[in-house]
């Protein structure tokens, strides 16, 4: 069965250090998106993209985050300075359809702040 | 903001009973719904999900109800497997939104 696969799959990072997260989706997907999981809390959207643009964003999606597809395949999350509450497990999804009907999740990237 | 709720951290099951998990909402707006499955170390995994024209959408072993008036939705296992032991997430969308609201998650283990 296709899957999103998601690299690395555990970051540690310096606060104020960029990162990115990278995400291949499954081929045929349209719709990608980024959530994330900080832990013990819920998993919380970030960002949706389609047709190489930012559908929709969160308040936790500032200015430090931006996304990109920069070739036909990979989805990349990036956060230009890290801080200690970026903490989490970051989740990359990708969808054929719209309206969430059924969104297929990589196994996401625990990011560590330090 | 817990526009999802999932009032139950676990829940403890013997093999071969049913196991309901329970999921309430605060937005009138959400119109589908849908439940996942996670394992340690994986991603979620899409489950089952109903639309709100429905009270009821079943796949196998697994049912889930929906009680618009009430804005509760249950998972219902029958019956449990041990390999159903994992974290299930309740998520809510309306319609022409790009994102879910999950639940906090509520922790199944099936006893063998």
């Known amino acids: 069965e296709p899957e999103v696969t998601q690299t690395p799959s555990h970051q540690v990072t310096q606060m104020g250090q960029e990162v990115i997260l990278r995400c291949v989706p499954i081929?045929?997907?349209?719709?990608f998106y980024w959530y994330r999981q900080i832990l013990g809390q819920k998993v919380e959207f970030l960002v949706s993209f389609y047709n190489n643009e930012i559908s929709e964003k969160s308040e936790i999606f500032d200015d430090q985050f931006s996304v990109e597809r920069p070739d036909g395949s990979n989805f990349t999350l990036k956060i230009r300075s890290t801080k200690l509450e970026d903490s989490a497990m970051y989740f990359c999804?990708?969808?054929?359809?719209?309206?969430?009907?059924?969104?297929?999740f990589g196994s996401g990237t625990q990011l560590s702040v330090l | 903001d817990q526009q999802v709720k999932q009032n139950s951290p676990s829940l403890s099951v013997q093999e071969g009973r049913i196991s309901i998990l329970n999921c309430d909402y605060t937005n009138s707006m959400f119109d589908y719904f849908l439940w996942y499955k996670k394992y340690p170390a994986e991603g979620p995994t899409f489950l089952i999900s109903?639309?709100?024209?429905?009270d009821k959408n079943e796949d196998g072993r697994f049912t889930v109800f929906l009680n618009k008036s009430a804005k509760h939705l249950s998972l219902h296992i029958v019956p449990s497997q041990p390999g159903d032991s994992a974290v299930y997430f309740c998520a809510a969308s309306g319609t022409g939104a790009n994102n879910l609201f999950f639940g906090t998650g509520t922790r199944l283990t099936v006893i063998p």
């Open positions: 081929s045929n997907h349209l719709y």
């Open positions: 999804a990708s969808s054929d359809r719209r309206n969430n009907e059924k969104l297929f």
């Open positions: 109903i639309s709100s024209i429905k």
